[in-house]
């Protein structure tokens, strides 16, 4: 796998416009490489914990959560079906109270459009679509066979904003009895690992499109802060996935509560 320092991803400018899903092979230096972040993580974990067992037990989670940003992908022909999770948006242009106003779908979303949109000219599959990105297939594109993932209204009006995984429960939902297929996953280059994990938790076979490249620019005016800088994104998707690890590692340690 290819791995990430935080340092160098702060060094990364926010402004990198793609990048590119397909993993690099890793050559020897590069496995040597992650072999010696793996030993120096234990070596600091056991100093500072004064316990062996717990940080052999605790640093492969860290160094995935931190240090691994890529998603496992297969071939543009083996995918079934698309599944376009949204990232940011923008304060409703006309103003008014954004719980009960939809927020504009915004300049990433966009972008993430267009990524579908070249995917889709190369597997003509079905799409399930976050609704910020299915309205530019629809005006944008006029692009048939997409399925729009909107939000919940509850009974008091106002709008309930989906998650990464509602998004993934309410495409399960859809999929119903079809064949399982396999799903292939369009999202923001920092977001794209965490929507493949969601989908398949949510019991999809899912993975990025090998050869796709991601959107990765950054929108200052994004209505939701911790997607308007990717130092503060990486922080809020890490924490997403502790979140996630948490509730796991929880239940399989005591499933019966």
């Known amino acids: 796998m290819d791995r990430r320092t935080f340092a160098s991803a ?6 990198a416009p793609l990048l590119t899903t397909t993993p ?9 490489k992650d072999a010696k972040l793996t030993r120096t993580m234990l070596d600091a974990l056991e100093r500072e914990l004064d316990d062996h067992a717990t940080a052999s037990v605790v640093e492969p989670d860290i160094e995935d959560i931190g240090f691994n940003w890529h998603p ?27 719980s009960r106003v939809l927020y504009e779908p915004g300049p990433v979303n966009e972008a993430l459009a267009d990524t579908v949109a070249k995917l889709r000219a190369t597997r003509n599959v ?30 008091d009006g106002t709008i309930v904003y989906l998650s990464t995984d509602g998004v993934a429960a309410q495409v399960k939902e859809l999929r119903g009895s ?27 076979d899912a993975f990025a499109p090998q050869g796709i490249d991601l959107p990765g620019t950054y929108d200052p005016q994004s209505g939701q802060p ?5 130092d503060l994104y990486l922080v809020h998707d890490m924490y997403a996935q502790i979140a996630v690890l948490r509730g796991k ?7 019966n509560g």
């Open 72 to 98: 496992p992908t297969k071939p543009v022909e083996s995918i079934d079906f698309i599944i376009a999770y949204g990232f940011g948006n923008r304060r409703p242009a006309g103003g008014g109270d954004p």
């Open 249 to 255: 590692l929880i239940a399989q340690a005591y499933p």
């Open 226 to 230: 911790w997607t308007r800088r990717r």
């Open 24 to 32: 690099a092979l890793a050559d020897s230096s590069e496995r040597g």
């Open 126 to 155: 079905p799409v399930y679509a976050q609704w910020e990105i299915a309205r530019f297939l629809e005006s944008k594109y006029h692009m048939s066979g997409v399925t729009s993932i909107e939000p919940v209204i509850s009974a």
């Open 178 to 204: 079809q064949p399982s297929g396999i799903a292939g996953i369009v999202g923001f280059r920092d977001h794209i690992k965490r929507c493949v994990q969601t989908t398949q938790d949510r019991g999809m």
């Open 10 to 15: 702060a060094l990364l400018t926010a402004a």
